[in-house]
């Protein structure tokens, strides 16, 4: 039993100790691919591609907003690498006609198979020169990449392209390789004269063309990601607003191009307008705005995900937090891009965060409650799965950007590393120093768990083993009572998982008193804990988490006159595969013994009384489950294996 003593009307602290240094073993903990390793599985292209390092894009297409037919050139300026760089090799899908290639100005035989543009060169370059690789190509885009499609309500056409995680080769030459983010990239988009084209950076051109169209030149020179580089033509206008960031005195274009109708400007100005205020809680929150000498914008198109185009948002609608989310990317995923797709946490879990905090500082904290109640139920769906991504699913779409994982639990989870480290300026210095740190490059869960040691000065191993690699929640059942001025907690944590066993974690209680509410926080390291708070006035009642800081499941909340036993009954073996023994320590009683499974879903039921029980479990599937015993007033649970 943990005895703690009241230090504060507002809060007690029932434990003060870091993560104790216990490291899970399991396969999924253990098999951490390094982060090379992964770069070449995921970019899918030859070897002879990590013989050289991406400087600058530069593409020079025409497209129109009727059709995804694109033509143009899409020019890769590299450093070499290596002494041996005898063949150059980009990726571009093999359905796109490959006209010709260039190298240095000059034509250069080529082979276009199996989505990979190999390129002979004729004389092998120094290692650390630079080679300028142009490749002149048309065709229809069918499948990703490069979308066309009509706005419903508003009856626009738009063509717009959607690289996330492996489509920039659908519509441009170029090596899907995170770890090589281009220092630089042009656009030049030839379309219709009366269609506007948006992409990364600054407009710096506007230049009429033979046969009623017009060239648009875009240019960015921040580091850029291949999958962030965007093209949006539509019959769009142009609505620019301006935000002013704490401490700057020049402004920051917010460059928005939008369906060319005036009801539409009407319905959405307010909602775009947002973006000012958003931009300016993100830079005090995370930093400036990272690509301040540019812009940012959106881009409105009809369909598909709403995606963070470095400077260049493509976006659905304006809804706050949407607006939000994708803001927020412009520091997690552009500035600071995950190293891996393994690690898309970096991405999605800091951005739907970013949701929640965006409601918390303008809107109101009861909007920021809903957010995170939304979270935890995607997140307590299913029994299983890690926010990190197992290296076997590295190259599944659905399993990367996976709602419930990814985006929600990620989000939930950064809020716990707020609770733990109970200081928000320290936890905000923590993403500021992250920034720093990676500005321009690239990361991994395990990067950004370093900055968080570094930075708060305590081990987070077990909390990321458990909540980062780990899978599931915990499940609490959670017994409590007051016996003269003492209020006692037990608590019982099973796991939905068995990966990990147990999440040492500390859990918030309001305490309902006589004269006021008291916060009690206490850290559970066991499965089942006694907790003592001194208490002199009479509790009426205990609320779990009371402000929504820990994602968990709720099994049962009791009161009892008097404390139960620590040990109801001991349960043999575990894991099991046919038979399981229930030991009540040779007290006869009548009993209830349920199975459940991990979401409280009743598997069987039966009574007995005898001190010792045997319970068939040869027709339960494998898996994780749950033992519980009803004895007179007092519940106990254990949980077991199925192998």
């Known amino acids: 039993m943990k005895s703690v003593t009241l230090i504060a009307i507002l809060a007690i602290i029932l434990s003060l100790k870091g993560f104790p240094q216990k490291h899970f073993e399991s396969k999924e903990f253990i098999t951490r691919m390094p982060a090379s390793a992964i770069s070449a599985q995921e970019s899918l292209a030859s070897q002879d591609m990590e013989k050289y390092d991406v400087k600058s894009y530069m593409l020079d297409i025409e497209v129109n907003n009727l059709s995804t037919n694109i033509k143009g050139s899409g020019t890769i300026v590299a450093e070499v690498t290596t002494t041996d760089l005898n063949l150059f090799v980009a990726e571009l899908i093999s359905n796109l006609i490959v006209d010709s290639v260039k190298v240095n100005s000059q034509i250069t035989s080529f082979t276009h198979l199996s989505d ?47 690289s996330e995680p492996f489509y920039s080769k659908y519509w441009f030459p170029c090596k899907q390789d995170l770890l090589d983010k281009a ?67 020049d402004s920051l274009l917010i460059q928005n191009f939008i369906y060319n109708n005036p009801e539409y400007f009407n319905q959405n100005k307010d909602l775009i307008d947002n973006t000012r205020d958003l931009i300016t809680l ?41 607006v939000g989310h994708e803001l927020a990317h412009q520091w997690f995923g552009d500035n600071v891009t995950c190293a891996t797709w393994q690690d898309i946490w970096i991405n999605e879990g800091f951005a739907s965060y970013a949701e929640y905090l965006a409601y918390q500082y303008l809107t109101s904290q009861d909007d920021a409650d809903a957010w995170m109640e939304d979270a935890h139920s995607y997140a307590l ?20 950007f996976d709602y419930r ?13 707020r609770f733990e480290l109970d200081d928000d300026p320290l936890f905000f210095q923590v993403l500021q120093e992250f920034q720093s740190r990676y500005a321009d490059s690239t990361a991994t869960g395990l990067d950004f768990k370093a900055v968080l040691e570094d930075v708060a000065g305590k081990d987070f191993q077990d909390f990321f083993d458990q909540w980062y690699f780990g899978q599931g929640y915990p499940l609490y059942d959670i017994t409590w009572g007051q016996k003269s001025d003492t209020l006692w907690i037990r608590s019982i944590q099973t796991t939905s998982s068995s990966t990990p066993s147990l999440f040492e974690m500390p859990l ?14 206490f850290f559970q390291d066991e499965s089942l804990e006694v907790f003592e708070i001194p208490m002199d006035k009479t509790v009426t009642g205990v609320i779990p988490d009371p402000h929504l ?67 068939d479990i040869t027709t339960i599937a494998a898996g994780v489950y749950l033992i519980q015993v009803l004895e007179d007033d007092t519940s106990y649970m254990m949980k077991f294996i199925k192998e």
């Not at 020179?221 to 002013?244: C, G, K, M, R």
């Not at 929150?285 to 995900?305: A, D, R, T």
């Open 116 to 162: 990979l543009v190999s390129v002979s060169l004729v004389n092998v370059p120094d290692s650390g020169s630079l080679i300028n690789v142009k490749i002149f190509y048309h065709g229809l885009v069918s499948d990703n990449g490069l979308n066309n499609g009509q706005d419903q309500i508003w009856g626009k056409k738009v063509t717009w392209t959607l």
């Open 183 to 249: 220092d630089s990239v042009q656009v030049a988009i030839t379309t219709d004269e009366d269609l506007l084209a948006g992409s990364n950076g600054l407009l710096k051109e506007v230049v009429p063309v033979q046969g009623n169209k017009v060239r648009y030149l875009w240019k960015s020179n921040y580091p850029i990601a291949y999958y962030l580089i965007s093209i949006a033509v539509a019959d769009y206008q142009e609505y620019n607003i301006y935000a002013h960031p704490t401490g700057r005195t």
């Open 282 to 322: 993100y830079s005090d929150l995370f930093s400036l705005y990272p690509f301040y000498n540019e812009k940012y914008g959106h881009c409105i198109v009809p369909g598909g995900p709403y995606m963070e185009h470095q400077t260049m948002s493509s976006m659905r609608d304006f809804r706050f937090g949407i």
């Open 381 to 400: 769906e299913r029994p299983s799965g890690s926010v990190y991504i197992p290296f076997e699913d590295a190259g599944d779409v659905s399993r990367i």
């Open 405 to 417: 994982l990814s985006y929600k639990k990620g989000g939930a989870i950064i809020h716990m590393i």
């Open 508 to 521: 918030e209680l309001n305490v309902i008193r006589t004269d006021k509410d008291t916060l009690v926080r």
């Open 549 to 615: 800081w820990s994602l968990f499941k709720l099994n049962s909340l009791s009161f009892k006159s008097e404390l139960p036993d620590d040990a109801g009954f001991n349960l043999y073996p575990n894991p099991v595969t046919d038979f399981i023994i229930l030991d009540f320590y040779g007290k006869i009683a009548e009993r209830t013994i349920r199975i459940l499974d991990v979401s409280g879903q009743l598997i069987s039921e039966i009574s007995d009384n005898r001190t010792v029980v045997q319970v």
